[in-house]
């Protein structure tokens, strides 16, 4: 049980799953988890991230989306499973470390068709000690038919198909391990693909990711293509409702925000990437007001150097009142609930995120003992510097304590992936 300095303050945990709140007597072979001095959160929810590009962090510093991509394309193409499996080591272990319990990780680059690189991911996630929806990438339409990838990174549409229906058969147990259908984007997937990964989605009770209205570079190739705006061309192939959840949605207009509010249609808002490509700005707080789950993400370390998913919620908080010239625009609270239950609802995980009787124990111990001057606690989470996680549990199991995975070492594996990153270099 974890046993807090403020009465009522304890929380017990049983077998995984939250038990007890309030004030809870211990019992006979009860550990007791002293948390005075601190802030305990349900764990956070990373909605959207790149892992295996760990590996090409500060490169394509001045560009844009596409441009950035071109630029790392045929890096990414020299990737293997070994390389990618140190990058997830690594990426899941700053995450969390960051307080992230579950993260959702959307690969897309699978050079030579090798699948393998899934079970790479799952691997990492498994020794780290977090929750993984693995998002079953795919990009179909190479450069030769008017795609942005190269045509060496992109897989035949059968090949896809069927190698998602395998890794989601042999990866997804939905306690640790979820498999997500996910076509990369608009502008490197067929209308066929986009189609076939729905209905394969559903025919397996698994749930739908993309990105979406990141960029007005998007906005004008779609419309070049389909002469409709991103939103009106997924929504026709069955690509908006509760079982998707999409990231970035920046350039949406109030039409389409309230469409994918009424369908429940989760959005990933990555507020330190979209800086960084200097994309724009999700409407968070429409889209809230909508209705649509809104939850956060970090993306891949590539386009967000640091890694880590605490820092987002300043800088969620931070540009949702610039955006909106309004200092009551988010509060600390509304991002704290965007990292936690809005992120497990994009993912449909209605027994995580919250600090509730009935809840899976998935735990963030914040020590705040040199913020006591703080008056509010929660803001100086939210709006103090960044911060490691003392302790995290995941199913009521310690995976960081001290600031520190338990179960891998980090600097060791940074050091590996360094000399994997090296080899990547021009």
Do not use: K
């Not at 990009?139 to 069927?162: K, N, Q, T, W």
């Not at 609802?345 to 111990?365: F, K, N, P, S, Y």
């Not at 008056?375 to 520190?404: Q, S």
Request: hydrophobic share 40%; net charge negative; glycine share 12%.
């Amino acid at each position: 049980m974890l046993r807090g300095a403020r009465a009522p303050g304890d929380l017990a945990v049983r077998d995984g799953w939250i038990v007890a709140l309030g004030e809870v007597a211990p019992e006979p072979g009860d550990e007791v988890l002293d948390c005075r001095g601190c802030l305990v959160t349900a764990g956070l929810v990373n909605t959207h991230h790149h892992l295996y590009q760990w590996l090409t962090r500060g490169r394509a510093v001045d560009q844009g989306l596409f441009g950035w991509l071109v630029e790392l394309y045929p890096v990414w193409a020299r990737l293997d499973p070994e390389d990618v499996r140190a990058a997830a080591l690594v990426g899941l272990a700053e995450l969390a470390c960051s307080g992230a319990t579950t993260v959702a990780d959307h690969h897309y680059v699978v050079p030579g068709g090798d699948d393998g690189v899934f079970d790479a991911v799952a691997s990492a996630a498994a020794e780290v000690g977090v929750r993984l929806h693995l998002s079953r990438g795919s990009m179909d339409l190479g450069r030769s038919r008017g795609g942005l990838p190269p045509d060496e990174l992109v897989e035949p549409l059968e090949s896809v198909l069927a190698s998602t229906e395998a890794v989601a058969a042999r990866l997804h147990d939905g306690e640790r391990v979820w498999i997500d259908v996910a076509p990369c984007s608009p502008f490197s997937v067929s209308v066929e693909l986009l189609s076939a990964s729905a209905e394969l989605a559903r025919s397996l009770g698994l749930r739908l990711h993309t990105h979406l209205a990141e960029t007005v570079d998007e906005e004008r190739a779609c419309r070049e293509r389909f002469g409709r705006r991103p939103v009106e061309v997924l929504d026709e192939l069955g690509w908006v409702g509760p079982d998707v959840w999409v990231a970035h949605g920046i350039h949406l207009d109030h039409t389409e925000t309230a469409r994918l509010g009424a369908a429940r249609t989760g959005v990933a808002h990555c507020p330190s990437s979209n800086g960084r490509l200097g994309s724009g700005i999700c409407p968070v707080v429409g889209l809230r007001e909508a209705g649509a789950p809104v939850g956060l993400g970090v993306d891949g370390a590539a386009s967000n150097e640091v890694g880590r998913l605490q820092p987002e919620l300043r800088q969620a908080l931070l540009l949702a009142r610039l955006a909106a010239g309004d200092a009551g625009a988010l509060q600390p609270a509304d991002v704290l609930e965007m990292a936690t239950s809005g992120g497990a609802a994009c993912l449909g995980l209605d027994d995580l995120g919250r600090l509730e009787v009935g809840t899976r124990a998935d735990l963030a111990v914040w020590d705040l003992s040199d913020a006591e001057d703080v008056a509010d606690p929660l803001g100086g989470l939210v709006l103090g510097p960044e911060r490691t996680c003392r302790t995290l549990l995941v199913g009521g199991e310690v995976v960081v304590e001290g600031g520190e995975p338990t179960r891998t070492d980090l600097r060791s594996a940074r050091r590996q992936l360094a000399g994997r990153a090296r080899r990547l270099w021009p």
